[in-house]
């Protein structure tokens, strides 16, 4: 199984920047997909997840910023942010979970830095 994120980079506060993760060795299409994130010295939390009937919830600091989506046809879910702050600055994971085999899988970790 490999969840492979890519999109990060830095950028000023007030761009946008889109992480994608490509999934493979997984039933994509049964797997709830998230993205979290954990800043230096902060526990990692849970930035937006989209479950297989394409049901989305969001932090509240990320709402009607942040969207995600996916596409089960590329085995891939995006993440795209909008009016990006510093404090958004963080390691950026993409998680996979099937719930009916109790299986999680997390990919590597993209870096966004947003500067001011």
């Known amino acids: 199984v490999q969840l492979q994120a890519s999109g990060g980079g830095l950028v000023q506060a007030g761009g946008s920047l889109r992480l994608s993760c490509a999934a493979t060795g997984i039933i994509f299409n049964r797997n709830t997909m998230a993205w979290y994130r954990q800043a230096p010295g902060n526990q990692r939390e849970l930035v937006a997840r989209?479950?297989?009937?394409?049901?989305?919830n969001y932090a509240d600091s990320v709402k009607g910023r942040f969207a995600i989506s996916r596409d089960n046809a590329k085995n891939t879910v995006y993440l795209q942010m909008n009016s990006l702050k510093s404090e958004d600055t963080a390691v950026y994971y993409c998680?996979?979970?099937?719930?009916?085999?109790?299986?999680?899988?997390w990919g590597q970790g993209t870096q966004v830095t947003v500067s001011s």
């Open positions: 998680n996979a979970v099937r719930l009916s085999t109790r299986t999680t899988y």
């Open positions: 989209i479950t297989s009937d394409f049901i989305t």
